[in-house]
């Protein structure tokens, strides 16, 4: 009986060793083959197979770099123009150019052309997504088509201070009228002592194939959209509000980091980004160079004497999650001359003396939160976009960004409504927005009674060509 136990535990202790000594013995074989018989192998391969495989070492490589194996693959998607009516198999004309051309070009040469052919086509195929305009916004219409067609995605780099690298994959996504909100969340979050910078990336399929679900494991490119500093973080950065588990603190542009209040680790991170330009910025530009957008030609207008100061049109968004609190779109804009002050043009969009313009928001206002675990609700906290057009309809100032109502010091100088008053501002290099609510008890609701957005003189001088 001990015999036939001590029997059976060397079995099971042999197994794992015979598992590893054949697994080793197959990876000797592979290797060992002759490159005849390895380059006849990746023949059978796709393209992204071949990306993969030429990872695995410096012979695999070279190996998998083979202009005939990538020559087979560009003529089977670009097929070669015919001047003739005799048709002929892509495997034929393989075969015909490899002797005259092919072997003649440096090794990579037809991988690279595939590469940059499939990246240009991608390209095209999301121009013609963009081009109809939404007329209230004047942003593309299919945005949220053009990312699911891109397979675009978005990552956070952080990055500590020896320079390790720890990238967060994008949990959740969030479609709004004109933005679109990134959430990351999980338990495996770096210490935040030890981390120097965020950099936001987006992340398209290096091969783009409207057949195929894109995996992690496939090779990708990274846009690097904005970069952040995250050294002493609740000590330089404005904390915008909190609940009993998360702090929420506020990097511009348009980034909110969650901190648990014991700990102070990391919770979640979320980005609100604008759809102007999202496609560009999150696609066109390299892992460590953001794109740079075109410079803006001016139209300029010699009969106008008040060219620039009107023909505004404002569309504003206030929302968490999928809850909307406010979305409307104000029309013929315009700043007096008198108006242009420190700097500043003043576009008075709702009035504090015309009760008529004054309107609620809707829902109980608020910043909704989630992990793995827990979620939340920061009160007073959410995501404003803002995107306001000139006279031509062309999107002059556009952003998304978290926000938050501040318990205003000042007095309330209106006789109908009795209640708290609160103050919003936000500010950026191109311009300010200012809004003034007050809460009504009786409806538990919010009402914006001043909403003015101040454009800067230098911003607006660049666009138009004028010299206010």
């Known amino acids: 009986m001990s015999a036939k136990v001590s029997e059976t535990q060397n079995i099971c202790i042999q197994r794992p060793y015979q598992k590893t000594f054949m697994k080793s013995k197959f990876c000797l074989c592979i290797e060992s083959m002759p490159s005849e018989i390895l380059l006849k192998i990746f023949s059978y391969l796709d393209a992204v197979s071949l990306l993969c495989i030429g990872c695995v070492n410096k012979r695999f490589y070279h190996l998998a770099n083979d202009n005939v194996i990538w020559f087979k693959i560009y003529s089977s998607f670009?097929?070669?123009?015919?001047?003739?009516?005799?048709?002929?198999?892509?495997?034929?004309?393989?075969?015909?150019?490899?002797?005259?051309?092919?072997?003649?070009?440096?090794?990579?040469?037809?991988?690279?052309?595939?590469?940059?052919?499939?990246?240009?086509?991608?390209?095209?195929?999301?121009?013609?997504?963009?081009?109809?305009?939404?007329?209230?916004?004047?942003?593309?219409?299919?945005?949220?088509?053009?990312?699911?067609?891109?397979?675009?995605?978005?990552?956070?780099?952080?990055?500590?201070?020896?320079?390790?690298?720890?990238?967060?994959?994008?949990?959740?996504?969030?479609?709004?009228?004109?933005?679109?909100?990134?959430?990351?969340?999980?338990?495996?979050?770096?210490?935040?002592?030890?981390?120097?910078?965020?950099?936001?990336?987006?992340?398209?399929?290096?091969?783009?194939?409207q057949y195929k679900v894109p995996t992690k494991n496939e090779p990708r490119r990274r846009s690097l959209i904005a970069e952040f500093n995250l050294t002493n973080l609740t000590k330089v950065t404005t904390m915008i509000g909190s609940d009993m588990l998360v702090q929420l603190f506020r990097l511009n542009p348009g980034l909110l980091v969650g901190l648990w209040k014991k700990g102070n680790g990391i919770a979640f991170v979320t980005a609100s980004l604008h759809h102007h330009q999202l496609i560009e910025r999150s696609t066109l530009g390299s892992a460590t160079i953001q794109y740079i957008l075109p410079p803006h030609k001016p139209i300029l207008d010699d009969v106008d004497p008040e060219y620039g100061l009107h023909g505004y049109q404002l569309h504003i968004d206030m929302h968490s999650g999928e809850q909307t609190y406010m979305c409307g779109t104000f029309r013929n804009l315009f700043c007096r001359k008198d108006y242009i002050r420190n700097g500043y043009l003043r576009l008075t969009v709702i009035s504090l003396k015309n009760n008529s313009q004054h309107l609620p928001l809707a829902g109980k206002v608020g910043f909704f939160w989630r992990t793995d675990v827990f979620e939340g609700n920061v009160q007073n906290c959410y995501v404003m976009d803002v995107t306001l057009l000139d006279e031509t309809e062309k999107p002059f100032w556009c952003f998304s960004a978290p926000v938050y109502m501040k318990l205003s010091s000042k007095a309330s100088c209106l006789y109908d409504y009795m209640g708290h008053n609160y103050d919003l501002n936000y500010v950026d290099s191109e311009g300010k927005v200012h809004i003034e609510l007050v809460w009504i008890e009786e409806t538990k609701e919010y009402y914006i009674v001043n909403l003015v957005l101040y454009l800067s003189t230098e911003k607006v001088n660049r666009w138009f060509g004028t010299k206010y």
Request: aromatic share 10%.
């Open 78 to 209: 670009f097929p070669p123009k015919r001047t003739n009516w005799k048709t002929k198999s892509v495997e034929r004309t393989a075969v015909l150019l490899s002797h005259a051309t092919i072997q003649d070009r440096e090794s990579g040469y037809w991988k690279n052309e595939y590469i940059m052919k499939q990246i240009a086509t991608g390209k095209t195929r999301i121009i013609q997504l963009l081009k109809p305009i939404n007329p209230y916004t004047g942003l593309p219409l299919k945005t949220k088509e053009a990312i699911k067609t891109y397979s675009l995605s978005w990552v956070i780099v952080l990055k500590d201070r020896n320079g390790k690298e720890h990238v967060m994959e994008q949990v959740d996504i969030s479609y709004n009228d004109t933005s679109i909100t990134v959430f990351w969340y999980g338990t495996n979050w770096p210490c935040l002592d030890t981390l120097s910078t965020l950099e936001l990336c987006g992340v398209t399929p290096l091969l783009l194939d």
